[in-house]
Structure formats: structure tokens, C-alpha cells
């Protein structure tokens, strides 16, 4: 029987030494997780999660260990702060099985008041946890807690087989709140990112399946998809964002002819304003499925067309591709990133675009981005041989079928001209198979 409690008494059942489970940032329950950190007397609580997205004590408590399989700016803070704070690597759709493995005596989640039939949408949030929440939910031993709150929109998922939502009568404990979900502040794009998107604009034919990550040269790439003459588009994405929906605000996406799951835009998450949570309530027109079906490389090689657009944090001249780490230390994560570059390498009529700015400033000194070869400690975010395009604002490289040699005069022709001439030498080093890096 569901107990109706709020946010303090539900926090109470949970024991100082436990374990918890919740999702993926916009799937956590706010007001529930506050209500865990205002307790000071945990001895040994155990939370996995990934990109924090609510401002709670509970982490910084003695007797708290947060394992995040993504971090995010909560996440850098905690740790930076000297939080007990632990990275997993893991493709997202590896965490629904790690999640089985962990078997948490308590999972959480935020979801949509019951409707009438006493479903709870899941929201803005599908991810890898649905199993495990009703699994923890079917099981006496284990405890599932759904905070509900109306400023949550209700979504859907497709069918009986993918149903996105929690009934009230798998819920342990249920808690009512005022939270809202975190409005993510959209950063206002640059020339560098027009120009990217520009260049990237050219892979995309009309009638193409797309993939965007967050950022602003993803949604200066959106921007100008919806301005420009192309149409018939469709969505196969991790994350929905405001740049998705002012494509389908446009009339640019209609979701046909995609080879799966025709006439819905797919996601497995939503993160962005206030305007687009609104716009998603009750919105026929996007289907929340869980991770392991959304970033299945197979699944994502089976859309018409596929042509997916994701960042980088720097390249070397052999196509490795640095994405989640700055200097060997973890900045973000793994996420869908390697499945959306591997998912379209097995047609040519798919492709995947890695887009990134040519240089960063660090101390006030200009670097590229783009490398001879990484530095010791450096960690690797997607292999060499599944890269296909890399983009920045000078151009774009096609590296699948190169050599290294030929690889690093193509990336060297989109670099920034001050360093062009030292990724020419080093690819020069780097003919038949030799290293590029000097003794």
C-alpha cells in the first residue's frame, strides 16, 4: 500500500547506513533529496547517480558517498570542495545493468502527479533506471520513493512495451511537492559557432535523422536548420533540448520515413528552459524510451539517414578524441557519446560529427585544440577508428579510410594557421605506422 508522506517523513525511512539509487539529473526528486541533507547522522550512506541537477547538503555530510556516473557542475564543485565524490565510467546505457548489479535497497525518483488511472509520468527523464525503479517497488525488502509535483510536465513513452510512467500502486512511499525541475541557462552562441555550424550544416540533407548534444555549436547547428529551406527531418536523440524544439516549432521535423519509431521525435531525457518543460507537457509528438534502446549503436544505424552532432574537448592527429576529461582530470563523462560515433560507422550514407572550437585559451595563452599527439595521463573518450568527421571553424576533416599521415594533414588544413605547421611535421613522423612523438 502506498504511504503518502512529506518530504521530511520520507526521508526518515531511510536508514544512516543504506544504499540509494536515483536517476540521471532531471529525473532526481528535489525536495526529497533536500530533505535526506538536512540529516546530519548518516554513518555509511551510498548514492549513485549521475550529473547532480539539485542543490542539496547530503553530499557534503560525513558518512555520504556519492559514485556519479557523470559529472556536472554540482558534481566538480563536491569534489573540488573535498566531498566524497567517486567517478564510474560507463556509457549511459550501460547503467541500467549496473544499476541491477548494485541492487539498492532504496530507489528514487520525480515523476508527474497520477493521472486518472494512477500513472505517474516519468517526465523529463527515461534513462536507465526504470527497471530498477520497479523492481525496488515489486520487491518487500526494498523501498521506491516517487516525489510528484505539477510543475513537472507529463510525457510518454510508446505503447504497453515502453510505457512511461510508475503506477501509484508500485509506489512505497509517495511524496506531494512544489518543486520545479532546474531551467538550464542557455549560453548565447558565438562567431566560432556559426562558423561550425556552417560547415556541419553541409553533411545534413533534407529528410536526415539527428542527434544533437548540449552546448552551443549543437544548437547553433539547430538554429540554422530551423531558419534554413531544409525540411522533413526526424529526432533520434539522448537529450531533447531547446534547440529540438525550435526545429519542430519551425515545421522542419515531421518524423517519416525514419525506418523505426515513425511520427514521434525519440529521447531518453529533456534538459533546457522553462518554455521548453512547458512545451513538453502532454506532447504526443516526443517519445521518452529508455537509454539502452535510444543508445543502442543498432538501433541508431537503423534510422534513415543518421547524421549525429556531438562535442570534443580536443583531438590528436590519429582521431582520438578527448570529450569528457581536461588533463586527465574528469570534467563530465562518457554518456551516450561513443554509441552516437559508432552507431552510423557502418553506413555511408550516416555520419558522425565531432564539433569543437580550433583553440582554447588557458592562462592567457593560446592552445590548439587540436594535437600532434595527448599528453601522459590524457584519457581517451572515443577510439580512433570509429571518428568519421571532425568540424571547428576552419573546416572539416573526413578521417575514415585515412592514414595517420593523411589524417593529420586533414585535421592540420582545420586547425588554427599558428599550428598548422607542427601537426604537418608531426603527421610527417607519423608515415607507415611510425609514432608521432618526439624523444
Not at 514521434?264 to 533546457?272: D, Q
Request: net charge negative; charged share 20%.
Amino acid at each position: 500500500m502506498t504511504e503518502h508522506l512529506d518530504a521530511a517523513a520520507a526521508a526518515a525511512r531511510i536508514n544512516p547506513a543504506d544504499t540509494l539509487g536515483m536517476p540521471l539529473g532531471p529525473g532526481q526528486p528535489p525536495a526529497f533529496l533536500q530533505a535526506l541533507g538536512a540529516r546530519e547522522d548518516w554513518t555509511d550512506l551510498r548514492v549513485s547517480g549521475a550529473l547532480l541537477l539539485v542543490g542539496t547538503d547530503l553530499f557534503t555530510r560525513p558518512g555520504v558517498h556519492y559514485l556519479s556516473g557523470f559529472f556536472g557542475p554540482f558534481e566538480r564543485y563536491l569534489r573540488d570542495a573535498g566531498a566524497n565524490v567517486s567517478f564510474a565510467p560507463a556509457d549511459f546505457r550501460r547503467f541500467a545493468p549496473l544499476l541491477e548489479q548494485a541492487r539498492q535497497r532504496v530507489m528514487c525518483t520525480v515523476a508527474a502527479p497520477p493521472d486518472a488511472d494512477g500513472w505517474c509520468s516519468l517526465s523529463l527523464h527515461a534513462g536507465g533506471t526504470i527497471r530498477e525503479l520497479r523492481g525496488a517497488g515489486a520487491d518487500p525488502d526494498r523501498l521506491l520513493v516517487v516525489e510528484v509535483s505539477e510543475k513537472y510536465p507529463r510525457t510518454f513513452g510508446l505503447g504497453e512495451t515502453h510505457r512511461h510512467a510508475i503506477h501509484v500502486d508500485e509506489i512505497d512511499i509517495l511524496i506531494r511537492s512544489e518543486a520545479a525541475p532546474l531551467a538550464l541557462p542557455e549560453a548565447a552562441t558565438s562567431d566560432t559557432d556559426d562558423a561550425i555550424a556552417r560547415h556541419a550544416g553541409g553533411f545534413i540533407r533534407d529528410g536526415a535523422t539527428l542527434q544533437t548534444g548540449i552546448g552551443t555549436i549543437p544548437s547553433a547547428i539547430v538554429a540554422r536548420l530551423a531558419a534554413g529551406d531544409g525540411s522533413g527531418y526526424g529526432v533520434h536523440t539522448e537529450m531533447f533540448t531547446d534547440g529540438l524544439m525550435a526545429l519542430h516549432e519551425a515545421g522542419k521535423v515531421t518524423n517519416t520515413g525514419k525506418g523505426q519509431y515513425d511520427g514521434v521525435s525519440v529521447a531518453t531525457f529533456a534538459a533546457g528552459s522553462e518554455a521548453l518543460y512547458t512545451w513538453l507537457h502532454e506532447n504526443a509528438d516526443i517519445a521518452f524510451l529508455p537509454v539502452e534502446v535510444v543508445n543502442a549503436p543498432e538501433v541508431i544505424a537503423a534510422n534513415r539517414d543518421m547524421v549525429t552532432i556531438n562535442g570534443a574537448l580536443a583531438v590528436d592527429i590519429h582521431g582520438q578524441v578527448v570529450a569528457d576529461t581536461i588533463n586527465g582530470t574528469q570534467y563530465s563523462g562518457i554518456g551516450g557519446a561513443e554509441d552516437f560515433v559508432a552507431g552510423p560507422g557502418g553506413s555511408l550514407a550516416q555520419r558522425a560529427l565531432i564539433c569543437l572550437p580550433s583553440t582554447a585559451t588557458v592562462d592567457g595563452e593560446l592552445r590548439s585544440r587540436i594535437m600532434p599527439w595527448f599528453p601522459a595521463g590524457s584519457v581517451i573518450t572515443t577510439p580512433r577508428h570509429q571518428v568519421d568527421v571532425i568540424v571547428t571553424e576552419y573546416g572539416v576533416a573526413e578521417l575514415e579510410g585515412l592514414t595517420v599521415h593523411q589524417r593529420g594533414d586533414a585535421l592540420a588544413e582545420i586547425a588554427h594557421p599558428q599550428f598548422r605547421d607542427g601537426l604537418r611535421e608531426a603527421a610527417e613522423r607519423a608515415s607507415k605506422g611510425r609514432s608521432p612523438v618526439l624523444d
